[in-house]
Each structure stands twice: as C-alpha cells, then as structure tokens.
C-alpha cells in the first residue's frame, strides 16, 4: 500500500521536474550552461536525490547532457540537432496526424476547434509580439496537441509531445533576436481546415511545410548561436545523434 509520504515525495519530484523542463525550454537555463547542485537545491529548494532523479529524466528526453565525471550541462543546440529534429518531428507527427483523421470522432473535432479559437483569440489580443508570450506558446502547443489527440497510441504521443518541446525550446531562443514574426494564423487554420475535411493527404503536407518553415525561420534568426556549420563541432557530437539537411 503507497503510503501518503510517498506520495507526497512523487508530487515534489514531479513539480520539480516540471519547473526544471520549463525553464530550459524558456532558456532560463541556458543552452550549454552546467547544472551544479547546489545552485539547483537552492533555487528549487529540492534534494540532491529529488534533483537527479529530474536530471535523469531529461537527459533521457535530450534536454539535458550527462558528461562522464563532470556532471550534467543543459543540452547545447546546433544546427545538426535542430535539423534531425525537424525531420523525426515531421515523420512522427504526419504518422500521428493520419491515424487521429482516421480515428477522430465528433468530440476531437469540437476539442480542434476550441482550441483553435483560443489561439487565436489571444494571438490578435497580444499583437505583433505574440509570439514572445509564454501563455499563448501554451495555448499554441494544445492546438497541435488536438490536432492528433485521436490518434489512440498514448506512446506514440507521449513521444511526440517530447520533441514538440524540444523544437520549442529553439522557438524560444530565435524569438529573443527576431524583429517580427511572420503570422501563422492562416496556415494553422489552413491545417485545421484540412484535419476536419479528413484530408490526410493535404493536412500532412501542409504540417510538414509549417514544421520545415518554422526550423527555416530559427536559422535564420538565431543561426550566429550555432556557428557557421557545427556539425562536427564537440557540441553537436554531444549530442550523438546523425544528422541530415532538413531540405
């Protein structure tokens, strides 16, 4: 039988993973930066136990690196990364778009539509500098969240939301250098209109050109982070992953 202290432990540790994955995806942990326990018990106000537990779990979601004998470092970003990023989220996200179309009911299309609404109604209430709005990259991620919610692989979503955040923690650092944001309200209705029309053939090109856009939109605003070709550079190699021109 769980005992209540036990379950009061799971809920800490929770929390503090939570806050910990936020703060990395926002970068304020930033990219490349070490994560010394100390400074880590002090500002989540957690136990060195507690806190590699959460560590642990993020270098197993890629948003954290374990160097042999010298702790762990906030995962560095490189253009390769970005990259081979860009191209398992589009394979994992068409795969999940064309089940939720072939599964999705009338209560997955309301929940589309819903969430549709309150992007954009916020989107048009904040302005040009939407995008630098932590609620509305919230509300951002439950439209695309709905858009394949019905797609009845719990595994295959869970691995899903894992790179959705990956990719958003490159959003985040691109958005600290843009002047603008090209407005994406028209290709996400674009997309929208496509699930709900049970078009998997357009709706997955459509959500392939909106991913490769957005990694376009990164390099080209926040590429000086990465150098001028890292793909052999120790930081990337960090990473252990091949890599691959997204176009």
């Not at 690196?65 to 990023?85: I, Q, T």
């Not at 549709?116 to 969240?145: I, N, V």
């Not at 295959?156 to 959705?164: N, V």
């Not at 955040?165 to 209705?189: D, G, L, N, V």
């Amino acid at each position: 039988m769980t005992r209540p202290v036990d379950n009061l432990l799971e809920t800490r540790a929770g929390d503090v993973l939570q806050r910990m994955r936020g703060d990395i995806i926002a970068c304020a942990l930033k990219p490349g930066s070490r994560l010394r326990f100390e400074a880590l018990r002090d500002k989540y106000e957690a136990s060195f136990s507690t806190l590699r537990e959460a560590l642990s779990r993020l270098v197993a979601e890629g948003l954290v690196a374990s160097e042999e004998h010298r702790g762990f470092v906030v995962a560095p970003v490189s253009r390769a990364d970005l990259e081979d990023l860009t191209d398992v989220r589009v394979l994992v996200e068409k795969e999940c778009m064309t089940r939720a179309i072939g599964r999705g009911n009338d209560a997955w299309e309301a929940d589309i539509l819903a969430a549709f609404h309150r992007m954009d109604r916020l989107q048009k209430r904040l302005g040009p500098k939407y995008y630098m709005s932590e609620e509305w990259a919230g509300l951002h991620g439950s439209f695309h969240f709905a858009l394949v919610n019905a797609c009845a692989s719990p595994n295959l979503l869970e691995f899903r939301q894992k790179l959705f955040e990956r990719a958003h923690r490159y959003r985040r650092i691109s958005s600290q250098f843009r002047p603008y944001w090209r407005p994406k309200e028209t290709q996400h209705k674009a997309i929208m209109d496509a699930v709900l029309a049970r078009n998997a053939n357009k709706a997955t090109k459509l959500i392939e050109r909106h991913i490769r856009e957005t990694t376009e939109n990164v390099l080209e605003h926040a590429a000086h982070l990465f150098g001028p070709d890292d793909r052999h550079h120790p930081a990337s190699e960090a990473s252990a992953k091949p890599s691959r021109r997204a176009r």
